[in-house]
């Protein structure tokens, strides 16, 4: 089995800045792309940012600028570095990760529980 297990979310002023943390464990052979969604409440789940196993990155238009990815490939671990964060950031914020497992040839998406992220006015 995978886990991914998040850190890092919490309550912070517009301005401000949080850095999530996503920690991925088990059986795991290979991980390709790592990425961060978030979901607020009543709109759809949303890429925020992706980054490939050579560190290629992907940004959503509304964190660009503001956000940044980054991965640890030795500890199959992504971070996501928010900063000038505004209230509207505000949601859960979920790791996914593409992971190719022990004894198999193909990749599967993992997700992690969320963190909640919450920027006040």
């Known amino acids: 089995q995978v886990q991914l297990v998040e850190s890092g979310g919490g309550l912070v002023q517009a301005g401000g800045s949080l850095r999530l943390s996503c920690a991925a464990s088990g059986s795991i052979f290979s991980i390709n792309n790592m990425g961060w969604y978030r979901q607020a409440p009543g709109k759809q789940r949303e890429l925020v940012a992706t980054?490939?196993?050579?560190?290629?990155?992907n940004y959503a238009g509304s964190v660009k600028g503001r956000f940044t990815i980054s991965r640890d490939n030795a500890e199959n671990t992504v971070y996501l570095q928010m900063n000038s964060l505004k209230p509207e950031d505000t949601a859960v914020y979920y790791c996914n990760a593409h992971v190719q497992r022990y004894y198999s040839s193909a990749y599967s998406s993992y997700w992690g529980q969320g963190t909640q992220v919450t920027v006040s006015s």
């Open positions: 980054i490939t196993s050579g560190g290629s990155t």
